[in-house]
């Protein structure tokens, strides 16, 4: 083959390393002579020559002698000029381009090889060349021409002469396992381009992104290495008759393949063994070396044995609790265990059968300490407990060793107890304040501490009815319905105090109850306008509805000693007039909100007020607006009333007995009603229907 003499260096002055660039460049250009005989002497395609990507326009003959050149410590912009001028494309770059200088002597040569000595002189300097249409060229650095799109060579790369030119190909395996060859061939990679190859698992395909000159490397080397096994391969299949066929193979995995803690490998098998599982006939097919049956039939053998099962699984009803929240709540408390005791020692004993047994004690210490880790160990849930939730039946469907369905059924029994109840009365009052008053508690002559009613300031004996230590004022409140503290109070005349609800809640600890007084207005939320052709542009609204009132939230929290923790949340809010948004007339909200944490015990009245709100009241004469008599009869007045919300509640301990509904047949006792309804409640439920003798 005829080497043309080019020279190419980027270096200042000429030095050894001048003439070692100069080999390379020579041995580069000869790489595809003997690639070429070993493809025609394996009865591959013979290498034909190709073309660089600095190919010149159509009208510009590859093989015109162009040079001689020499140039020497140029910068880049020389050499590009010099490929623009012999390609006839235009050539775009960066602004940022590698700062070297060049040095290139150039004897007289054909256009396509002064070129391709162009193109590679660039790429050893870190610069990349890439076609951009008929007409163009660009140079970008070597780490961004991994992302510029190279081009895909879809045929050998063995038959494209050896350049610096980037491009991708995909080389498709049909024996090696490709992630083995990914790990292999990136270590062969330009580290410049920072590009590593990229697996498909389903086609065993591997994509490389490099220079042609290392894709033919790599594709000589995939030739050497993707051929079939040499072993001798044999199937040998296993008929289970105890164990099921996919969770054998997953055992034999787990010993075989996966790396144990002590060696840190996983068991030696030779070259093209595997095992899988047939599920429609329950067998496992081993493909291997015939050396190898003799351990698989001894291994399966004693997999296969016969066992008979050391858990068992049983259905728990409750009688009060929510089956999922149980469920949850063991789940939780079983993993939490597990965890604990793994941290702590580093492993974990078992319940039941899969427990360990301690060594025999050598002395007394020793045996107290053995019988304090037994007593420890049956404290423990195994690793094969399960807890599960039937929501239908409201059951709690637990698997595990006997001692895990002790357990289970302990913990239920202390979960699954009816919880205490409390019914709340409630008086929402609406009090008008005068300009002496600063709350309405003060103006209805209530005596508060600690949010708790202590005393009445009325016309009673003695003039102030208060809790001094006697039982009258106990008694009286107790006998009294809720509403009627409000006709204690000292202005029994007053008509600026009303009572706006008067609602009951009954609620289960640590369950939050709602009290909502108002009206649910509509409320428009969205607007749209469509063209119309006859009308101009018709506007449709969205409207939902708006609940506006007094909304009272309650979270009790019940005590063994019939004290009651009350979390109260009240939110208030008002229509304080109207604006229009698109024509529609949207009411105008005011909001007060409060959040309070009382604790009483049960029958004490929590009194909670401060939500006052100021109202602007003009009063015109009727002859106002007529001009001059208006004058005459005086102008408008402005006057602001002050109204405050006030609310007493009255928590009562439920206890499942007959003192729970005193105060509610007090109240209906007061009603015209009483007589119909006593008939209807006070009848004792008939007795349950006793069972039949057995014959």
Request: glycine content about 6%.
């Amino acid at each position: 083959m005829n080497v043309p003499h080019i020279l190419v260096n980027s270096f200042s002055k000429i030095s050894p390393k001048t003439t070692a660039l100069s080999l390379i460049m020579l041995t580069t250009a000869s790489f595809a002579l003997p690639i070429a005989a070993r493809a025609q002497s394996e009865g591959t395609p013979a290498v034909v020559s190709g073309v660089a990507a600095a190919t010149p326009v159509s009208g510009l003959s590859a093989t015109e002698k162009v040079g001689p050149m020499s140039l020497r410590d140029v910068d880049v912009g020389a050499i590009i000029d010099l490929m623009q001028k012999w390609t006839g494309k235009i050539v775009l770059r960066p602004q940022a381009l590698p700062a070297n200088l060049y040095t290139l002597n150039l004897p007289i040569a054909a256009r396509s090889d002064a070129l391709l000595a162009i193109e590679t002189l660039l790429n050893l300097n870190g610069i990349s060349v890439i076609q951009q249409g008929d007409k163009f060229l660009k140079v970008v650095p070597n780490n961004v021409a991994r992302s510029e799109s190279p081009s895909l060579i879809t045929e050998s790369a063995l038959s494209m002469p050896a350049s610096g030119r980037i491009a991708s190909k995909i080389f498709v395996l049909k024996h090696a396992n490709g992630q083995e060859v990914v790990a292999q061939v990136a270590g062969m990679l330009n580290a410049s381009l920072a590009t590593p190859p990229v697996y498909f698992s389903r086609n065993n395909a591997i994509l490389v992104t490099d220079s042609i000159s290392n894709l033919q490397k790599i594709e000589s080397l995939l030739n050497q290495l993707d051929r079939p096994q040499l072993d001798v391969i044999t199937t040998k299949m296993y008929i289970l008759k105890n164990a099921i066929a996919t969770d054998l193979v997953n055992k034999l995995t787990a010993l075989l393949r996966t790396p144990s803690r002590e060696a840190g490998a996983p068991f030696r098998l030779s070259t093209g063994t595997s095992f899988t599982a047939d599920e429609r006939t329950n067998r496992v097919i081993l493909m291997g070396s015939p050396d190898q049956h003799a351990f698989f039939d001894n291994l399966i053998e004693a997999l296969d044995a016969n066992s008979d099962p050391n858990t068992k699984t049983d259905v728990i009803f409750l009688r009060h609790a929510n089956a999922t929240e149980v469920a949850t709540l063991l789940t939780q408390l079983v993993t939490g265990q597990t965890k604990a005791v793994t941290a702590t020692t580093g492993t974990r004993s078992t319940a039941g059968a899969n427990r360990a047994t301690a060594p025999a004690a050598t002395n007394a210490a020793a045996a107290n300490n053995a019988k304090t880790s037994d007593q420890n160990g049956a404290d423990e849930f195994s690793s094969m407990t399960t807890v599960l939730a039937d929501v239908r039946s409201n059951s709690i469907v637990v698997s595990g060793t006997k001692d895990d369905l002790r357990l289970l059924r302990e913990l239920i029994d202390k979960v699954d107890v009816v919880l205490p109840q409390v019914r709340v009365e409630v008086v929402i009052a609406e009090v008008t304040l005068t300009d002496t008053d600063t709350s309405g508690i003060s103006a209805l002559g209530l005596q508060v501490a600690n949010g708790k009613l202590t005393g009445i300031s009325g016309a009673f004996p003695g003039g102030t009815l208060s809790n001094d230590g006697t039982a009258g004022f106990a008694n009286l409140m107790a006998g009294n319905d809720l509403s009627g503290v409000i006709g204690l109070t000292t202005t029994p005349t007053k008509n600026d105090t009303h009572i706006l609800s008067v609602p009951t809640i009954t609620t289960t600890h640590n369950k939050e109850a709602t009290i909502f007084v108002g009206e649910s207005r509509p409320v428009v939320t969205g607007s749209q306008s469509t063209a119309s052709g006859t009308s101009g542009f018709v506007t449709s609204s969205t409207v939902s509805q708006r609940d506006i009132g007094i909304n009272l939230k309650v979270l009790p929290l019940i005590g063994k000693d019939g004290s009651v923790q009350l979390q109260i949340t009240q939110q208030v809010e008002d229509v304080l007039g109207e604006v229009k948004l698109d024509g529609n007339d949207q009411p105008v909200i005011g909001r007060r909100s409060t959040d309070s944490f009382v604790s009483a015990m049960s029958g004490e009245i929590i009194v909670l007020g401060g939500l006052q709100r100021t109202q602007d009241t003009v009063t015109a004469n009727r002859l106002g607006p007529i001009p001059i008599i208006g004058d005459w009869l005086g102008s408008s007045t402005k006057s602001k009333t002050r109204t405050e919300l006030v609310i007493l509640m009255r928590p009562y301990v439920l206890n499942n007995s007959a003192v729970d509904n005193i105060n509610a047949l007090n109240r209906i006792d007061a009603t015209p009603i009483k007589d119909e309804v006593r008939k209807i409640i006070d009848v004792a439920p008939a007795a349950a229907p006793t069972a039949p003798a057995k014959p």
